[in-house]
């Protein structure tokens, strides 16, 4: 079976602060990887995607890193943001269809 | 991207009655996926329709519990059947793009009491 974990499941930090999230999965022979945010009671927004080949993804003040041998992806957070508050979630795939999706964390920023 | 909509965004049913959940997408795809997020927990993959063809169900779900249909390129149903309240979830319809980068409905929120 395929898992994924994420850690911490949750998170608090204040208005302003750089923060980083982590993704590991029990096996390194992924197609891509992928980072979701969801609010509330809401559906998934795709934040980035990693290709199998690549090492990091960057969009605006997110960056996403990915090391396959180790089972690992960070997605970094730069000057986090009020409206950054909702739960994040990685997904991986090994088909480059299903995704297996890890357990979230739940970030909170205080103004 | 894809836009997907998905019909109701919620719902409270009684228990032992059906739900049928529509999704919607704006351009012609092979593949559409359900997704089940129960409270508080993470995304589990009830199946995959393929048009043409019968779902491909994951381990854990049956046909008889969730039908799925899949007349078109753009179109899919997924049926919750004789509901009990461990169904209450989140059902979330999915459809990967050329980029390998998954898109998903904004969901549907069902209570059943």
């Known amino acids: 079976k395929q898992e994924v974990t994420q850690i911490p499941a949750a998170l608090s930090v204040p208005e302003g602060e750089n923060l980083v999230l982590n993704c590991s999965f029990t096996?390194?022979?992924?197609?891509?990887l992928q980072w979701f945010r969801q609010d509330p009671g809401k559906g998934l927004t795709s934040l980035l995607l990693?290709?199998?080949?690549?090492r990091e993804q960057t969009s605006g003040r997110l960056n996403a890193s990915l090391d396959k041998s180790s089972g690992r992806s960070t997605l970094y957070i730069a000057a986090s943001q009020p409206g950054d508050s909702a739960t994040y979630l990685c997904a991986v795939s090994y088909t480059g269809n299903q995704f297996y999706f890890g357990t979230g964390t739940s970030l909170t920023v205080i103004p | 991207s894809a836009v997907i909509s998905q019909k109701p965004s919620r719902d409270i049913c009684q228990r032992g009655t059906s739900l049928t959940i529509q999704c919607q997408v704006d351009?012609?795809?092979?593949?559409m996926f359900w997704y089940r997020q129960q409270p508080g927990q993470s995304l589990t993959l009830i199946a995959t329709a393929n048009q043409g063809s019968e779902a491909t169900y994951e381990s854990g779900f049956v046909i008889d519990k969730f039908p799925i249909s899949r007349p078109n390129l753009t179109f899919s149903t997924l049926t919750v059947s004789n509901m009990s309240p461990e169904d209450s979830s989140i059902y979330l319809c999915s459809v990967p793009q050329a980029s390998g980068e998954q898109y998903f409905g904004p969901g549907t929120r069902l209570t059943v009491t």
């Open positions: 096996d390194s022979a992924i197609y891509n």
């Open positions: 990693i290709q199998s080949s690549q």
């Open positions: 351009s012609q795809v092979t593949m």
